[in-house]
C-alpha cells in the first residue's frame, strides 16, 4: 500500500500513455483529499474511476501527515484497509499482522508468462537526449534478454532506444534457454518484495555471470549481489521516491534519483573482484556495483524514471559500451 504525503491527490488525473505496467499491483492507496475534478489536457479518467478499474482499494480522508510521522519513526509496516464496518480495530491489526514481505515472492505474480519479442507502434522510443539514443527506424546493434521481475515499460523503452533489440522472458526462464539465444547482453529488470524469496532467479544470474555481459536495476542490483556471492538486508524505512542522492565514486559527480526499494546489498560481503560504484548519500548503503571480470554492472535505483530525473540514464550507455567491447 502506498501513503501518499501530498494532502490534494488527483489533480492531474490519469492517462494510460504515462503507465509502466500492464495493470497496477498496488494492494491500497492511502490519501487524505480527493480531487473529484481533475485539470489536465492528458487526462482521460480521474483517480477513483482508475483504482475501481484496477480492482484497488483506496481510502481518503486519512491524516497523513500523522501516518508518515509513525512511519518514520517505525519503518515500513504491515497494515489493513477494510470497506466493511463490522470489522473492529483489533481484528484489522490481526490481519495486518499476519503479513511479512520478508521471505515473500512477490516477483512470480507481476512477471511475465510467457517470453515475447518487446515492441510495438506505440511502444516507441522516449527521447531524453536525441543526440544519445538510436533513431526509431535504425536496426537494433544488440540482442538483451531481460527478465521480468516487474520490469517497467520506460526500462525496455530506453533499452530499444540505445539500439537493442530487447526479449523479455519470465522470472523462472532457465538460463540455459537464455544462452542458447545467444543473446549480446542479459538485463535484469526492477521489481517487488524480497530478493531472497527467488532463489531461482539468482542461480539462473549465477549461471550467466561471465558467459554474457549483464546489467541490474534494482531488484535486479540484488538478484546480482546475491550471484556475487553478497547477502542482502531489509531496510527500516526503504528508499521511495525522487530526490536521492548518489555518489558516484570513481568519477566523484553527484546523481540526484528515483528509489522505490525495501531492501539493501550488504557491501560487506561482496567478494574480492566486485567494485561498488555507487553509494546512496543519505545513509551509505550500496546503490552500485561492477565486476569487470564478469561484465556485470547494476545500480540500486532508477535511471530510467519518468518523468525524472535522468541524471543516471548513462548507465544505459554504459551497458551498450560493455556489450559493444565484448563483441
Not at 38 to 52: F, G, V
Not at 133 to 140: H, I, K, L, N
Amino acid at each position: 500500500m502506498v501513503c501518499f504525503t501530498y494532502p490534494h491527490i488527483g489533480n492531474t488525473g490519469i492517462n494510460d500513455e504515462d503507465d509502466e505496467s500492464s495493470k497496477c499491483h498496488l494492494s491500497g492507496v492511502i490519501i487524505r483529499d480527493l480531487s473529484s475534478i481533475p485539470s489536465n489536457w492528458r487526462s482521460t479518467k480521474d483517480l477513483d474511476q482508475y483504482l475501481k478499474e484496477q480492482g484497488v482499494l483506496g481510502i481518503q480522508g486519512i491524516d497523513t501527515r500523522a501516518l508518515t510521522k509513525a512511519l518514520r519513526e517505525e519503518g515500513c509496516v504491515p497494515g489493513a484497509i477494510s470497506d466493511d464496518s463490522g470489522l473492529a480495530d483489533a481484528e484489522l491489526a490481526a490481519l495486518a499482522g499476519e503479513f511479512d514481505i520478508e521471505g515473500q515472492d512477490l516477483i512470480t505474480p507481476v512477471s511475465t508468462e510467457d517470453s515475447h519479442e518487446w515492441g510495438s507502434t506505440t511502444d516507441g522510443p522516449w527521447e531524453f537526449d536525441a543526440g544519445v539514443a538510436a533513431s526509431s527506424g535504425e536496426e537494433a546493434r544488440f540482442h538483451v534478454v531481460a527478465y521480468d521481475l516487474g520490469v517497467k515499460s520506460n526500462i525496455l523503452r530506453r533499452l530499444a532506444s540505445h539500439g537493442c533489440r530487447v526479449t523479455v522472458v519470465p522470472a523462472s526462464f532457465p538460463a540455459s534457454e537464455v544462452l542458447a539465444m545467444n543473446p549480446d547482453g542479459v538485463f535484469l529488470s526492477n521489481g517487488p518484495g524480497d530478493p531472497s524469496a527467488v532463489p531461482h532467479v539468482v542461480a539462473s544470474c549465477k549461471e550467466l555471470l561471465g558467459r554474457k555481459p549483464m546489467f541490474g536495476i534494482c531488484m535486479g542490483h540484488q538478484i546480482m549481489g546475491q550471484a556475487f556471492g553478497a547477502d542482502v538486508f531489509k531496510l527500516k524505512f526503504g528508499h521511495h521516491g525522487a530526490n536521492h542522492p548518489i555518489g558516484h565514486l570513481p568519477s566523484g559527480r553527484v546523481e540526484i534519483s528515483s528509489q522505490n526499494h525495501n531492501f539493501a546489498v550488504d557491501p560487506e560481503t561482496l567478494p574480492s573482484g566486485v567494485e561498488v560504484t555507487h553509494i546512496n548519500l543519505n545513509d551509505g548503503t550500496c546503490a552500485g556495483m561492477v565486476s569487470a571480470e564478469q561484465r556485470a554492472m547494476s545500480i540500486q535505483y532508477h535511471p530510467e524514471a519518468s518523468p525524472g530525473p535522468h541524471d543516471a540514464d548513462v548507465c544505459f550507455r554504459d551497458f551498450v559500451d560493455m556489450m559493444d567491447a565484448a563483441k
